[in-house]
């Protein structure tokens, strides 16, 4: 069965710095897709970033970018420029190919200080 | 505007009853979700529906029971068989855009069973 893994409960930034947030995945299958999901204290779940496994390119969304590591079955997301509306928990998340079903990581709650 | 909207926010039920969660869309998506959040353990699937009228049990499915008669409307019911019906509930739907396939989250309803 797929797992997906957030080793990090907690991690805090400075504002304007740069932070990685782990997540490491199992999975025999090789075509799926990663997510990363933030949820701030409304609780209102928003998409961060994805990336398709057939993919080599890291993908990135502005502040936001991903180190991809698909032999290492490691994806793990880098917030660079660290702002107080980043603070909140993020969720890392795996969908096979051909699915719906979604298998999402326990989060990781990340403090922004300013 | 187009979202998706669960109501109510915040629900306290007693126990041996039932009680439905609603979770409408307007965003023409196919797919919807039902997730279970409890503290530490992120986001768990208990149901999902492909299109109208077809629904699959995810990995806590037991205890709850769903219907997906209309496109917009996917409600949750939690049966007095659930063990611990207490927790946070999302609700989701997905499309498949230009960006691939993505899911938009509700705002979540607070179960308390008293």
């Known amino acids: 069965a797929q797992t997906v893994t957030q080793s990090q409960p907690e991690m805090s930034v400075q504002e304007a710095e740069t932070v990685t947030l782990s997540c490491t995945y199992d999975t025999s299958e090789s075509d799926y897709y990663l997510f990363w999901y933030k949820q701030p204290p409304s609780r209102q779940m928003i998409l961060v970033i994805r990336?398709?496994?057939?993919?080599?390119q890291n993908a990135t969304e502005n502040r936001f970018s991903v180190n991809f590591q698909k032999a290492a079955k490691s994806f793990s997301l880098k917030i660079s420029d660290s702002q107080l509306g980043d603070a909140a928990m993020y969720f890392c998340?795996?969908?096979?190919?051909?699915?719906?079903?979604?298998?999402f990581g326990t989060g990781t709650r990340l403090k922004v200080l300013a | 505007d187009g979202g998706i909207t669960q109501s109510p926010k915040y629900l306290f039920r007693k126990e041996g009853q039932n009680v439905t969660l609603s979770c409408e869309q307007n965003?023409?998506?196919?797919?919807m979700y039902w997730y279970r959040q409890d503290p530490g353990q992120g986001l768990r699937l208990i149901y999902y529906?492909?299109?109208?009228?077809?629904?699959q049990k995810g990995d806590i499915a037991e205890g709850y029971s769903v219907s997906r008669e209309k496109k917009e409307s996917f409600p949750l019911t939690v049966t007095s068989a659930q063990k611990n019906p207490t927790a946070f509930y999302l609700c989701a739907s997905e499309t498949q855009g230009v960006r691939g396939n993505e899911q938009f989250f509700g705002p979540g309803t607070r179960l308390t069973v008293l």
């Open positions: 998340a795996y969908r096979r190919s051909g699915t719906y079903k979604y298998i």
């Open positions: 965003l023409n998506h196919d797919a």
């Open positions: 529906s492909q299109i109208v009228n077809d629904f």
């Open positions: 990336q398709e496994a057939y993919k080599q």
